[in-house]
């Protein structure tokens, strides 16, 4: 256990130190970063100020240094339109889309938890059909053309929610659905087979023939073993859905992280597009890290591997 | 005498494999292939099937709505964007930034990542160790982040989002080539091809490589659907195939201000994006029944 949690965490660590190295590299190999921090309108005596004072004059090592010092210490410096820490923008908006996920996750669950079960159960009927057409649909929209649609059809025809930003409960319904689709399609047929797998197994027979209710057999018995699948690629459905709310944050004018990048991509905004980046790959490594070890300390033969 | 029976036989031979053609033809899924056929035939003849400019800007003919609607003209079967430029034109046109893009990077990331995966699991050992961490790391990146730095650094241009989607795409390729690599090199064909005398770089492309080629296949059918959403998700969020030319999802971006009152901007190339997607998926999966038993159940 403790050799496999050493491993995954030095690879998590890997994986933030070459990006941080690729991050600091691609801004430098491609010239003076004071040079993107300008605006372009900015004089020769600014652009000298700015060097002097991001040190740029020094050897790659000591920049890089001073680079991640900075970033450890949450000074990312300041925002190229609005002039203010990026720290602050980020800490305004990083609860925001910590909401939104939070919300497609509950999301995901009650719907791809009674889809991918009812699919398995009543396989080959038209109720299988539907569930997996559902599921094949999911991974073939965009998230963020799936988000115009809803828009287009409950607010504008039906006028029953509201099309953008934060307010009440309502404002969470179509992001968070469109949010979650794509896992729900994932999760689904992820359940699917592995449920029909277990539905074909010695315990499964055994559980029958004790007289347990064929409802106790599924959601108790089946399930359980099946969830075992899921669990495995719930980091990667947790990058998912970090990445993919960048996209509905645009289409929804969620005020999140996934909405100041857009903004920062727009205006060119270097600072802002870097820490954005830096910090939700950091959240998306980590939680994965987690999420491994929760799983591995969960299930032995993980572990044992 | 010698010389007709071997026709014959040769022209058995022939007609056998165009009956297997078309017997591995059945169940096939039809409709799917279709889509493909005329994605791919759209993107080489979108010179010729087109009427209208895909770049000209026209902005008294602004926002036309699709020839049913009110106010819609034939000229312009399914309307015209914001700038005045014809949908339908700009969906054809379209069909070349994917081809293009999902050809460029599968060749480029599936290419590098199937050799990487052929010489971690032939030499296995401290290469394998290295090269594995090395994918493992590369799978822990997230996609999108990684193009949009890029872009934002090197500017937006076909050329990145190729380097940046196969630059994480390798790892997936290496991954699942090495796991068949390690089974197959238990296989008594490889020992005998070593005592033969055949050398390292001829036994992976000659021996490994051929049977590996169905999950290879495989593979690459399953993920043109994902390159292309991909690639969309980055030209929505302006970091990927620049304005004017046109791409399916900067059509979306230009759309987006416009739901409520142009629908049209948008649903067509979103229902594009869904068909080739969906095509490209169906088509993997019956691939991967067909050819990949094995992965059955994945």
């Known amino acids: 256990m403790q050799r496999y949690i050493i491993r995954r965490a030095g690879e998590a660590a890997l994986a933030l130190f070459v990006l941080s190295i690729i991050i600091f590299l691609m801004v430098r190999l491609t010239g003076d970063p004071a040079l993107l921090m300008l605006p372009p309108d900015a004089g020769i005596e600014a652009l000298e100020d700015l060097q002097r004072a991001m040190g740029t004059d020094k050897p790659l090592v000591v920049q890089y240094g001073l680079f991640i010092n900075d970033y450890a210490h949450g000074s990312f410096g300041d925002s190229l339109r609005s002039k203010t820490p990026v720290s602050e923008l980020i800490s305004d908006r990083l609860p925001n889309s910590i909401k939104l996920i939070g919300a497609a996750f509950v999301i995901v669950i009650l719907i791809s938890l009674p889809l991918g079960v009812l699919s398995a159960v009543y396989k080959g009927t038209w109720i299988d059909t539907l569930c997996t057409g559902i599921a094949v649909l999911g991974q073939a929209i965009p998230v963020f053309w799936l988000g115009m649609l809803l828009i287009q059809l409950f607010t504008v025809k039906l006028g029953w929610l509201p099309s953008s930003g934060m307010g009440g409960l309502t404002n969470y319904i179509m992001p968070a659905f469109s949010l979650g689709f794509f896992t729900v399609a994932a999760i689904t047929r992820l359940l699917r087979s592995s449920l029909l797998e277990a539905m074909d197994s010695e315990y499964i027979k055994l559980a029958r023939i004790k007289g347990l209710t064929e409802f106790k057999v599924i959601w108790k018995h089946a399930l359980r073993n099946s969830l075992i699948s899921v669990v495995t690629l719930g980091g990667i459905y947790i990058a998912i859905l970090i990445t993919l709310g960048i996209l509905v944050e645009v289409v929804f004018a969620w005020p999140g992280m996934g909405r100041l990048l857009f903004q920062g991509i727009v205006f060119r905004d270097f600072p802002v597009v870097q820490a954005v980046v830096m910090i939700s790959a950091a959240i998306v490594i980590t939680t994965s890290l987690m999420v491994d070890i929760a799983y591995a300390y969960l299930d032995p033969r993980i572990r044992l591997q | ?298």
């Open chain 2, 1 to 298: 005498m010698a010389v007709v029976v071997d026709n014959a036989a040769i022209q058995a031979v022939q007609i056998s494999v165009w009956k297997k053609a078309f017997i591995s033809l059945k169940g096939a899924p039809l409709i799917p292939l279709f889509i493909i056929v005329v994605f791919i035939l759209s993107a080489i003849l979108a010179d010729l099937i087109t009427f209208h400019d895909a770049h000209k800007v026209s902005l008294p003919n602004r926002l036309i709505p699709p020839f049913w609607q009110d106010g819609g003209t034939f000229s312009h079967p399914l309307g015209t964007d914001p700038l005045g430029r014809d949908v339908l034109t700009r969906i054809i046109y379209g069909t070349r930034v994917s081809v293009i893009i999902a050809g460029a990077a599968l060749t480029i990331g599936g290419g590098f990542g199937t050799l990487v995966g052929l010489t971690a699991g032939f030499y296995g050992g401290k290469v394998d160790t290295l090269l594995m961490r090395l994918a493992d790391i590369t799978l822990a990146f997230p996609l999108i982040l990684f193009a949009i730095l890029l872009v934002m650094v090197i500017g937006p241009s076909m050329m990145n989002v190729i380097v940046a989607i196969s630059l994480v795409l390798w790892a997936r390729y290496a991954r699942v080539i090495r796991g068949e690599v390690l089974g197959l090199m238990q296989r008594d064909f490889i020992a005998r091809a070593r005592v033969s005398g055949a050398s390292d770089w001829r036994i992976m492309m000659r021996h490994l490589l051929p049977n590996v080629m169905p999950t290879l296949i495989v593979l690459l059918t399953l993920q043109v659907g994902w390159v292309i959403i991909v690639e969309a998700s980055l030209s929505f969020l302006g970091a990927g195939i620049p304005p004017p030319t046109p791409a399916w999802g900067s059509m979306l971006a230009d759309g987006r201000e416009y739901v409520s009152t142009a629908w049209w901007v948008t649903t067509a190339p979103g229902i594009a994006i869904m068909l080739v997607v969906l095509a490209f998926n169906l088509s993997g999966d019956w691939l991967r029944e067909r050819l990949d038993p094995k992965q059955r159940s994945i």
